[in-house]
């Protein structure tokens, strides 16, 4: 007879062959050294907690074929610790029987967290958890974007779409007459709200210790300590090993910390912003100190999960938004924790994802 019990350290050969079939077949990116990515991600977590579990589908025959994975959180919902966990790598073998993946996740949903977030999920993965009672939020489904060189974004569009080499070559001189026309004249030329303000490198402790008081009047925060931080943003950059990922701390006049963001880098490509805090009176000031830090050091565009506090401050900066590959999926037996989600009263960003 079939089952389903907690994933354990021995389970994980098969679930490493269960991942390639089910996740690599279907061009999905890989996390870069996989032979250790599930020790590392389900098993030494420093918030790891025994009651939740990761889970794997046993079939008739004793043989591993579903898997769902689940990495702690810890956030704040009005003062108050909940206990928070994140659904990822919902996987499921083509010979399993039927509702795997269903019965997997909805393990998972009966588990004692507060709160349950899935921040990758596909349209199938939608369905299962919408079906199980949660639900997908809209606005941190989206995504924003701000090119820093149309020229050479434009040009790196063309590459990934298959355009001939000679094509993208030939371009080059154009593009680079339309990035040096846009840094000179463009809207980029502006005086930015930046001005007066320093950027540094940003102390884990002053991440972990100034969160609450930058995000201030938001109903659900994170909350962290820098073991974890250090333990998050190593696997981060290990999972990303072609690409920078860069800390900045802004500060006022004073040295006070107002803000930071944190984002990978690949000179030349998009760089992808995973958080942006701002106190609220100098969210300007700190996206501009995003934009100037990303162009100095090479990126064309800039790209990242919305975030609902800075939507006027990225709109007047020549941003657009669109709807993200993936979208952002929530369950919680608490409707007034689910419905401040919904509305924009949290801060949610890729640190308090899948990874």
Known sequence: MDLIRPFQREDIPAALQLFRGAFLRNGNHAPMALETYFERVFFENPWYDPDLPSYVHVSANGSIDGFVGVQPRRLRWRGRRLRVAVATKLMASPTATPLVAARLLGKVFAGPQDLLLSDNSNDAGRRIWEGLGGVMVLLYSLQWQRPLRPGRHALSWLRARGTPAIVTRGLQPLGSIADAVVARWGPMRSRSASDGYSVADLPLDVLAGRLPTLLAGRALQPEYDEPWLEWLLQIAQQNEPHRVLRRRLVSDDR?????????????????????????????????????????????????????????????????????AEHCTLVHSKDREIRDAILGGNAYLSRLEGEW
């Open 255 to 323: 040295q006070d910390p107002v803000g930071w963001f944190l984002y990978f880098l690949e000179p030349g490509a998009v760089a992808e912003v995973i958080q942006l805090v701002a106190r609220k009176d100098a969210a300007p000031a700190v996206f501009d100190a995003l934009v100037n830090d990303a162009r100095t050091e090479g990126a064309a565009m800039l790209s990242g999960r919305l975030e609902p506090g800075m939507v006027r401050e990225m709109s007047s900066r020549h941003c657009y938004f669109r709807q």
